[in-house]
């Protein structure tokens, strides 16, 4: 009996090593594929005028005048935001999914990202958010304002879809449903928003809803960062206690963590990060969806892990579909956000196809 529990011990140790191992494997790969991204995206493909040293120096400012606007003002903006931007959606989807015990959550299924386009359309349209330039491209004259208005609609699209879920105790059915029906009540109202508006301002509201990483200047990115930082090492600190929310709420009560608290803060920063992510750079589908669900899968349900690990690979989906947009039709840039979705949506069926073989979505 002793040797059996000893030897039981041992095996448990040694699962638990190893699965150190393989999270810290991960953790080093997804950094060193981000970075190596991040350097493609800045430098690869476009003129073919620009020699590879031009580029690299106009990073620093101290290659050639089209080195130094193309590298390192457009491009070097447009990988920042793709960090940024891919890293607080998906620690946004996991923070949701593990706060309400749901792998179907994410800003997207929930309406957020709904509801914060809304309110941001409704900034644009009638705050004077944003202006059509004739140059073909959309200038936020108003960021704060787009800000602030995304994050209240996010903030009543999650309140709302939990007072509804409350009824039910937190069903992951009813959650699902509940944000489904938000998220098409809020696409309503934005489409009622747009109808009646002449065509300049129509325009503008359209093309702010595609995404795009060029948007967002230095300085919105540094308020990205900001919001993004933040809401990180705060949901890294509640880790511990999003954990034990898995495994129920009551196990949780039972263990001192103050539940509906816990859940409020989560889905407030997931909201926050949406809010103000869709503000700057337009609508990003499906990253805050599949990318936990996929790590999920290698690291487990231990937040402390899952949470950077998702961000990072958020970061590098978001690189990558960034380059493919500037590389897949010569001369044209591309909606980042419609490259998300085509290459998120295959992922994700085929995530429900093989979790339905093992009887539940992990």
């Not at 995206?41 to 101290?62: C, E, N, R, V, Y």
């Amino acid at each position: 009996m002793e040797n059996n529990i000893k030897d039981r011990g041992h095996d448990l140790l040694v699962e638990r090593r190893n699965r150190l191992k393989v999270r810290i494997i991960l953790t080093v790969s997804l950094v060193v594929l981000a970075v190596f991204l991040m350097f493609v995206s800045i430098l690869a493909g476009g003129s073919s005028t620009l020699t590879f040293s031009d580029k690299f120096m106009g990073l620093f400012g101290q290659g050639s005048n089209s080195a130094n606007i193309i590298i390192g003002n457009i491009r070097l903006r447009r990988a920042a935001a793709a960090i940024i931007v891919g890293f607080g959606l998906a620690i946004s989807g996991a923070s949701m999914q593990s706060s309400l015990k749901n792998p179907m959550a994410s800003p997207s299924t929930l309406g957020v990202s709904e509801a914060a386009t809304f309110g941001a359309t409704l900034a644009i349209l009638f705050l004077n958010g944003g202006i059509f330039n004739q140059g073909g491209s959309l200038s936020i004259s108003n960021p704060y304002a787009v800000t602030i208005m995304a994050f209240l609609s996010a903030l009543l699209a999650i309140f709302l879809v939990l007072a509804l879920s409350k009824i039910r105790q937190f069903s992951p059915v009813v959650v699902a449903l509940s944000g489904v029906a938000m998220g098409m009540f809020f696409q309503a109202c934005t489409t009622l928003l747009q109808y009646f508006v002449n065509d300049v301002t129509l325009t503008s509201a359209v093309y702010w809803t595609f995404g795009d990483l060029t948007r967002a200047t230095f300085s919105e990115i540094w308020i990205m960062l900001g919001v993004v930082g933040f809401s990180f090492v705060v949901l890294f600190f509640l880790s511990p206690r999003l954990n034990a929310i898995e495994e129920g709420d009551e196990s949780a009560r039972a263990l001192g963590v103050n539940v509906p608290l816990v859940r409020l803060i989560a889905l407030m920063l997931a909201s926050l990060i949406t809010a103000v992510c869709i503000s700057f750079v337009g609508i990003i589908g499906f990253l805050g969806l599949v990318i936990p669900q996929v790590f999920r899968r290698f690291v487990g349900v231990d937040n402390r892990w899952l949470f950077p690990i998702s961000g990072l690979g958020g970061t590098s989906v978001l690189l990558l579909c960034d380059f493919l947009s500037r590389t897949i039709m010569e001369g044209t840039n591309l909606p980042v956000g419609a490259l998300t979705s085509i290459i998120g949506a295959p992922v994700f069926i085929y995530i429900l196809l093989t979790s339905e073989r093992r009887g539940h979505v992990s």
